[in-house]
């Protein structure tokens, strides 16, 4: 696969996970198109799984990746108890939390 194809591909994935995160945690924003640590043109995994980052102040953002940890959607940054209540949606609709390291951009 090109470049144009993988980014083009990883965009229309990106837009469904975003879609989903945005129905339980509110704003959501594009991360990754396509897969970090690979020699070829990849777009990031269809498998949607959830992670809970931690921020500064008491804050944590929700993200939804693919199997291998590429972030594909990640959330405003939000209180501590409301992205735990959005993990919890999450995993009621049958997302399933990924409990290795998420990749992100920086």
Do not use: H
């Not at 194809?5 to 339980?24: C, N, Y």
């Not at 897969?35 to 008491?58: A, C, F, H, M, Q």
């Amino acid at each position: 696969m090109d470049y144009f194809q993988a980014v083009q591909e990883g965009r229309t994935i990106v837009q469904r996970a975003i879609k989903l995160l945005q129905e339980v945690a509110g704003p959501s924003y594009p991360v990754l198109f396509m897969k970090t640590g690979r020699t070829d043109w990849s777009p990031v995994g269809e498998e949607n799984l959830y992670s809970v980052i931690d921020g500064k102040n008491d804050t944590a953002a929700v993200v939804i990746c693919d199997s291998d940890g590429n972030t594909k959607a990640m959330s405003t940054w939000l209180s501590k108890g409301d992205a735990a209540k959005s993990a919890t949606i999450l995993e009621s609709r049958g997302i399933v939390r990924f409990r290795g390291e998420v990749k992100l951009p920086i």
